[in-house]
């Protein structure tokens, strides 16, 4: 018996040693103790490599999706870096059975009204003038879904409403409004008529095939971006019923589908550094552009970079790059008048200049902010991480040479902003820089 | 065989199986960066209150694993099984500034019985030398003017499970052997939290080894003089180098550099004498590391030594005799380590004093014992380590064979 109790004594203890083992065990705090470290011999160096050459140069593409971006751009700019651009916005207007119209209504005046957007670009404190011109042809989308910068659809020679104002791009309860009586007069009549062009869909889309918003003959120095929503771009017509005090009535056409809005980009580069880039197969490099590259959105200049000698470094063993970060900068002053875009994303592309977007390690897709030295205004820049690309491009040890990276707007921001950045290219050059770990 | 001897066999199985985990970082001393570590000790409970000395006292009350021929002392009606952790706090000086860090794990496993009237045997488990640093300190990112942390730090080391036995020869000579089975690794690594890299190399290392022990004992008037012998060769340790860099991105096995590691050769010396409950004994212990060489620039190896003695006394009055006897231990330890860092030797000295506390009315003891002491110096740029190491063990009696003899 005293043997049984000796070993239930026994367990217990023995449990408490082990236990007491575990918990004292992993308190030991090693993480600022530094004694010892005259006697440890590193095996690794770690170094920050900037030298790599980057070849930069400016891709225009072909063309850029400008349909369906809820915004109608008109106007016209011209600039001694960028060239001049101008936009028409192209619409149509939706079918609907027309209400009954008294016989007594008497027509007054019709308008398309034009709601501002924070989407402008330019000098907008200058004169605008504007027009609108009506199709000759139906807007057709191309596989029934896009439109382009370079899409084009015939119109009337004759304007048939036009307007002179100064913006008021951050008003939200004032629009402009385009005239365009004669053209209300006539369609308020067949309204009334109950004529069989305003009886079906069909009918009225070919009677009435659409109408572009053209810059005027002023000289404009601005794009206004316009509401392009449904409920925003209207028709509006205006009559009213006498009675013993006039009644105020209106017939509201609202825009039609949003695939047949699109905003046509024209840009002339006559006179600037990109004037051959079409000539040239639609790539210039930064060296036959004054050591700069071009990005602007709606036209489709992407600055392109590529690393051709970044294959030194596969000359050498035992190496890991641990962080490759791309900087960028802007050409200083060159963003006084027309700002810079707040993010950039960034692109793997190829020899057709198909762009692939690069996502970070959290699976998003990788962009960088505008970092701005409010006071000095140096170290502006735009900086990725591009690690994971560049491990992978050194992975197969081969460095193809046409593959290289291009930074620009997202397809939706491509589609809907002009907004630019001008990239320095020798002072500083646009940098790669790779902390690398040798062993 | 009794149900508590087969409930101590799991345990010390269970703890075989985890072995790597449990004595993985034994030690934290910056000095076990160098060779095969930290040496540890494999004197067992009352040993340790001694200064480690036990070369010449015969197994009794408690299992000596340090002279294989003790096991001969195990009486023949039990079994014995030990197990021991220590808590160390220990101060790192250096001519500059001063660091302490808090230290706990197991320090061994041991079982010991007669097996047949004539053989006795134990067989245990305890840690041969362990790593465990963890050094931050930073380093120039070249091509700027600025530094980055990095931390050195490394763990393993190397574990012995042995099995051992002892014969009487003739009378008053007994003879032993523990059979050893070596195995274990050693990693040094270097890494960058910041920057998400790590560089490691670990050493894996095994062989079996044998220690040979002989005990001869004379009687003089009521005094027993004894005298014990060791011996083990030197045995290359088979060596798998793997060397390994990691980062962020991805995780490469890089060609090794071959290092490669042996034991040295041991051999040990000591006297004892015995009367009634009083023990003293001194030792001597030789270990042949001058001719193994080990890839580090700062190290330089020369042959150890160890010199200890020891003294154990009875409380005296009234308990004297019983089972309820305390028994005093205290003793002292100089060792002359087999690292010369930048021309230093690193010598180790320590005074320990402890008791062995029976369970009220039981067979078994819990020996206590605290060392005091320091390691390396302050010359240079070397550290000096304080310490102050709590070492409790507990040695569990049971009755072998007793369902036998009551049938």
Known sequence: MKGMCAGKKGRKILSFFIFGIILIGSCTKTNEFTIGKDFVESRTKLQVIDTFRVDLSTVLLDSVITSSSKIAYAGHYSDTIFGSISSESYFDLAYESFSDIEERAIYDSSSFILHYTDNNFGDTTSLMSLSIHRLTENIVPFEKSYLFNTSKFSYQPQVMGSVSFYPEPHSSDTAVSVRVDAFGAELFDLIRNKDEKVSTEEWFKDYIKGFVITSGTADNKALIGFNAGQEYLVLRIYYHINKEEAEKKAITIKMGEATHQFNSVKFDFTNTPLYNIKTEGNEVPATKTGNRAFMQGMIGLFPKLKFSSLDQILASENWKILKAELIVEPVPHSYEVYGLPDSLYIFRSDRENKRTTLYSDKSEPMLAYFESDYYLHENNRYTYDITSYINRELSDAYINSFDGLMIGPNDSKLSSSFERLLVEGKHPPVKLRLYYLSY | ?407
């Open chain 2, 1 to 407: 065989m009794r149900k508590l001897t087969k409930t101590y066999l799991l345990i010390l199985l269970i703890l075989f199986l985890h072995s790597g985990s449990i004595f993985s970082q034994i030690t934290t001393s910056p000095y076990s960066i160098f060779g095969m570590g930290y040496l540890e000790t494999s004197s067992s409970g009352p040993f340790k209150a001694m200064g480690g000395t036990g070369i010449a006292f015969l197994s009794g009350r408690s299992i000596n694993s340090m002279n294989p021929a003790s096991y001969s002392g195990i009486d023949s009606l039990m079994s014995i099984f030990e197990i021991g952790v220590f808590g160390k706090y220990t101060t790192y000086s250096t001519r500059k500034e001063d660091q302490s860090l808090l230290n706990a794990n197991l320090r061994y496993l041991a079982m010991g019985f007669r097996l047949t009237p004539w053989l006795a045997t134990s067989f245990g488990f305890s840690p041969y030398s362990s790593v465990g640093y963890s050094i931050n300190t930073t380093a120039q990112l070249e091509g700027t003017t600025q530094k980055y942390p990095k931390t050195f730090s490394g763990n393993g080391g190397v574990n012995q499970v042995y099995l051992g036995g002892s014969v009487n020869l003739i009378k008053n000579l007994s003879v032993g052997l523990n059979a050893a089975y070596l195995f274990g690794n050693l990693t040094h690594r270097e890494s960058s939290a910041v920057f998400g890299y790590s560089l490691e190399d670990v050493s894996y290392l095994s062989n079996f080894n044998i220690d040979y022990g002989l005990n001869y004992q004379i009687g003089i008037k009521k005094w027993k003089y004894n005298l014990g012998l060791t011996y083990s060769n030197s045995k290359k340790l088979q060596t798998k180098n793997v060397t390994t860099i990691e980062t962020d991105y991805e995780t490469e096995v890089l060609k090794s550099r071959n290092y490669k590691y042996s034991l040295p050769r041991k051999i040990g010396a000591g006297f004892a004498m015995t009367k009634g409950y009083f023990r003293a004994g001194i030792d001597y212990e030789w270990s042949g590391w001058e001719n193994i060489d080990f890839v580090n620039t700062y190290l330089r190896t020369r042959n150890s030594s160890r010199y200890s003695l020891g003294v154990e006394f009875p409380s005296l009055g009234l308990n004297k005799g019983t089972s309820r006897m305390v028994l005093y231990r205290f003793g002292g330890e100089y060792r002359e380590s087999y690292m010369i860092i930048d021309n230093i030797p690193i010598n180790y000295s320590s005074v320990s004093f402890g008791a062995g506390i029976p369970m009220k009315g039981y067979l078994s003891v819990i020996n206590v014992s605290v060392e005091l002491g320091q390691n390396g110096t302050t010359q240079k740029d070397l550290f000096r380590e304080r310490f102050i190491t709590l070492n409790l063990d507990l040695a569990l009696k049971d009755w072998w064979f007793r369902k036998r003899k009551y049938d």
